[in-house]
């Protein structure tokens, strides 16, 4: 039984309390350093890069890693929206190409954007005593302290793997858990795969991040299909069919054991009934990596739910370092039988900043298509809302409506009503900046589409993984690529 590098903890631990001498002048970056930035062919032949993003600001973030890749005569770029990273800790992440076809490719300098964040995970850490050990077969086993103020939901522990080297040889993840309360001290364990486990020296740069749920949008027809999926494997190249029954995308699984695909799709239907083939290749049972795959087409099992927003969970096994196609069909057009419900309460689900009032509740509409947010202004000021295209989308022309309802005047109830226009973009979400007077009790937004898309639950997650704080400049009225026209 290993024990942990201590020398390498006391240095975690000191930067903690004396961040300016560690990492000297890298205050104020977000980076992943050169010798945390690897590149290798893995042994089922699937170009594989590991990375350790640092965040050297003084707040959490959500940061953008964007990876190119020279193969031959072809530039590869990937994009990866990333987990919170608090302050002063680097969160691993481990992703894979297979559309390499070089022997030589050569992973170019990497590029990163970020964006300000809550402190989903502020508080929490590993806990450095006797439980925290290597166990013989590569494994770490220890215990995590929420210390802060906040609940935790939904996140994993993340850690690289290391030699005696100092070379990251694998990047681990622990579990979902689901909710930890302030407080609170859980088990957790990362697992190292068998191949690498007599090289397994020892673990490091521990980080709280939320799953890895990933957003897709595909053309359906002649209108697009967003949905969402959670897995170590990845999924690329979505199409459906043209009759829009059947989805099509290509999977790959980098790791020597199943793992659990879970999609979440919009509902059409309460008679939807999805199957999935998988086509492609993996390991026959109990075979190691070095052995030659096997090629297979064959119908999984899946286990399939609905939501209490009424949304459909599909649940199928990838099977160890599967490359391949997957085929998922039961798709049917909306027959009026799914079921929105009038309201949903968003107050705790989207960030929002407020000058000159306080905002009580924010709750979307549905069968309306608005946001509607009741408020106390005591001046004039103005609202920030931070949204997204799984919030909130604009009509056909880009803009958005906003009626502004203020305390009844001398005659009847105020209404001012204002057209907003702004770039739409989902990956970078959508800042909506509308002033208001003294005396404003509600602010209705309009747009073509609100939620429910995705359920309440799910919001809890999109509330940690895509809505984002933008903050307001404080010395200025500046309504930045807004433009307001009165009606």
Request: glycine letters at 8%; a negative charge; hydrophobic letters at 40%.
């Amino acid at each position: 039984m290993k024990e942990l590098v201590f020398a390498i903890v006391a240095l975690g631990v000191f930067s903690m309390f004396y961040p300016g001498i560690v990492d000297a002048g890298m205050y104020g970056e977000v980076y992943i350093p050169e010798h945390e930035f690897i590149g290798f062919f893995d042994e089922n032949g699937t170009y594989t890069i590991f990375a350790g993003v640092k965040n050297k600001e003084y707040f959490p973030i959500i940061p953008t890693v964007t990876i190119s890749i020279q193969d031959g005569d072809d530039i590869i770029v990937r994009e990866y929206k990333l987990a919170a990273i608090m302050p002063d800790n680097m969160l691993p992440m481990k992703v894979q190409i297979p559309e390499i076809s070089t022997k030589n490719p050569i992973l170019l300098e990497p590029s990163i954007t970020y964006e300000k964040t809550v402190g989903s995970f502020t508080g929490g850490y590993i806990i450095y005593d006797d439980s925290l050990q290597i166990l013989d077969d590569g494994s770490l086993v220890g215990k995590i302290r929420n210390g802060g103020e906040d609940v935790f939901e939904k996140f994993r522990i993340y850690g690289l793997i290391k030699d005696k080297d100092d070379v990251i040889i694998d990047i681990a993840s622990s579990d979902i858990y689901d909710i930890m309360k302030p407080g609170d001290v859980f088990d957790f364990k990362l697992m190292a795969a068998p191949n690498i486990a007599d090289r397994v020296d020892y673990y490091s740069c521990f980080a709280f991040g939320d799953d890895a749920i990933q957003p897709l949008t595909v053309k359906k027809n002649d209108d697009t299909f967003t949905f969402r999926y959670t897995a170590n494997a990845g999924f690329m190249n979505a199409e459906f069919s043209d009759d829009g029954s059947e989805l099509s995308m290509y999977s790959s699984n980098g790791f020597l054991l199943p793992v659990v695909g879970s999609f979440e799709f919009p509902t059409n239907s309460i008679s939807e009934k999805y199957d999935v083939i998988l086509d492609g290749e993996k390991l026959a049972k109990g075979a190691s990596a070095k052995d030659p795959k096997i090629k297979f087409t064959e119908s999984v099992e899946t286990l399939q739910s609905i939501d209490e927003m009424g949304n459909w969970h599909l649940y199928f096994e990838v099977p160890e370092a599967f490359q391949g196609n997957v085929k998922i069909s039961g798709f049917m057009e909306n027959d009026g039988t799914s079921v929105v419900p009038d309201e949903i309460d968003l107050t705790t689900l989207i960030y929002y900043e407020i000058e000159g009032g306080q905002v009580l509740d924010i709750t979307a509409k549905p069968k309306k298509a608005s946001l509607v947010i009741n408020i106390d202004s005591v001046e004039d000021g103005e609202l920030l809302l931070k949204i997204n295209d799984f919030l909130v989308r604009p009509f056909d022309n880009g803009e958005f409506i906003a009626q502004i309802h203020s305390e009844p005047g001398l005659f009847n109830e105020e209404t001012e009503t204002v057209y907003i226009t702004d770039e739409f973009e989902f990956e970078n979400g959508l800042t909506i900046t509308i002033p208001f007077k003294k005396g404003t009790e509600k602010i209705e937004i309009f747009g073509s589409y609100v939620v429910p898309e995705f359920g309440q639950m799910v919001m809890l997650v999109l509330a940690a993984t895509i809505v984002v704080i933008v903050t307001i400049s404080k010395k200025t009225n500046s309504f930045s690529n807004l433009f307001y026209t009165k009606m």
